[in-house]
């Protein structure tokens, strides 16, 4: 199966843009699903944002308006745009691929994650 690394994490302040990026060590064309959670110091891992093999996505209510996920099939890449960064924003990013990864249970792949911290 594909492994993914992830890059683009690091410090910026509040209101400031990151661009996460994930690249997969092999074809991600045959996989349905890729995405990016999120755990932040003493909670939960939730799901960001996911995009389908189809371009169709989905979104944390978090982050609706201001994350926007994209994916390039010929470059084995998906992206994470994230604009107006807040405080609550901080966590560790994961990039992850499956077939469906609005279910955790459901990720068959997990990067090693990307550290982003928005300082206010």
């Known amino acids: 199966q594909v492994q993914l690394v992830e890059s683009g994490g690091g410090l910026v302040q509040a209101g400031g843009s990151l661009r996460l990026s994930c690249e997969a060590s092999?074809?991600?064309?045959?996989?349905?699903?890729m995405g990016w959670y999120r755990q932040a110091p003493g909670k939960q891992r939730d799901l960001v944002a996911g995009?389908?093999?189809?371009?169709?996505?989905n979104y944390a209510d978090s982050v609706k308006g201001r994350f926007t996920i994209t994916r390039d099939n010929a470059k084995n890449m998906v992206y994470l745009q994230m604009n107006s960064l807040k405080p609550e924003d901080t966590a560790v990013y994961y990039c992850v691929a499956g077939a469906d990864v609005r279910v955790q249970a459901w990720v068959h792949v997990w990067g090693q994650g990307t550290l982003v911290t928005v300082s206010s």
């Open positions: 092999g074809s991600i064309v045959s996989i349905n699903a």
């Open positions: 995009i389908t093999s189809g371009g169709n996505t």
